[in-house]
């Protein structure tokens, strides 16, 4: 008998949960905009040294990136080959893995074939340049990076990258930084991805957003601390889940899902002031 790993059996309670909690759909609606999307899990291991993905971390990691791919792809089909990829790495075998040139190339493209572009990353992240204000997504192979200001601003200049969701440590903390900016260029990632510096924290207007953690960003195969069986990849599954299928708002979507999880509304959780959104909260995925 094939063995059930532990992290398949997470996305078996994770789609159990989930299934069972989800409200009347209010109907399929259609996108106006021709909207493409790109999904990153870069994985990342090294053994025996924290807090670096194990492989239960990265099978059920890969796992919930599939399905928020899935969630875009339906979301966003139009019939015209809707521009929406999923890159992940394998970092046991290096096939395929996801290197700086990933988002480089993904965001080029997205940004040239779509008219608004919504990104979701999952992975590590670090300071590095001057003053340790700038920050740099960890690659599959270890010490390659996609840097704010080098790898990912200059390749969303067409300003469409509008729905941010970068699962990784610490990428809103150094947001907002205003100009002269130093010689490494502009800092942050919000900053980098959606070259906006007017979003205010848990905003309600504007034409992008950012969610991203202040500190330490979870990893999806952990239990949500004192909330068994919740994992933190079945929260990141579910906004994209409720997004899709109800057309919510990721505010009202985040309040949902405290609720389901803390039993008090997202403003009232432990989420609050962590997960940090910049912008506008009220956007659907239709935005």
């Given amino acids: 008998m094939k063995r059930i790993s532990p992290a398949t059996i997470g996305v078996l309670v994770l789609l159990s949960i989930i299934a069972a909690s989800v409200p009347l759909s209010i109907g399929i609606q259609t996108v106006n905009a021709y909207h493409g999307a790109g999904v990153f899990v870069p994985n990342n291991y090294i053994e025996d040294q924290w807090p670096w993905d194990t492989p239960d971390e990265i099978d059920f990691s890969t796992t919930c990136g599939w399905y928020i791919y899935s969630y875009l ?55 590095w340049g001057y003053g340790y204000i700038y920050r740099r997504l960890h690659c599959t192979i270890d010490y390659t990076y996609a840097r704010d200001s080098i790898e990912i601003y200059p390749h969303t200049d067409q300003f469409k990258c509008r729905f941010n969701f ?36 848990y905003g309600h207007s504007g034409p992008c957003v950012f969610a991203g953690w202040e500190w330490v960003s979870p990893q999806f195969f952990n239990i949500i601390p004192d909330h068994y069986p919740w994992q933190w990849g079945q929260l990141a599954v579910g906004v994209f889940y409720y997004m899709h299928y109800n057309y919510w708002s990721l505010g009202y979507t985040l309040n949902y899902l405290s609720n389901l999880i803390y039993g008090v509304n997202f403003n009232q959780s ?6 940090m959104v910049l912008g506008n909260m009220d956007m659907t995925l239709n935005y």
């Fill in 73 to 127: 792809f339906v979301h966003y089909w139009n019939g015209l080959g809707t521009p929406v990829y999923y890159k992940y790495g394998d970092p046991f075998d290096y096939n395929p893995v996801v290197t700086p040139n990933t988002y480089m190339d993904m965001l080029d493209w997205l940004e040239d074939h779509s008219d608004k572009v919504t990104i979701f990353s999952k992975g590590h992240c670090s300071a």
């Fill in 166 to 201: 970068i699962w990784h440590c610490g990428t809103t903390n150094t947001y907002p930084y205003w100009p002269p900016f130093p010689p490494d260029g502009p800092p942050s990632m919000p900053f980098a991805f959606t070259h906006n510096l007017g979003m205010t924290e």
């Fill in 270 to 275: 432990p989420l609050y002031n962590d997960l």
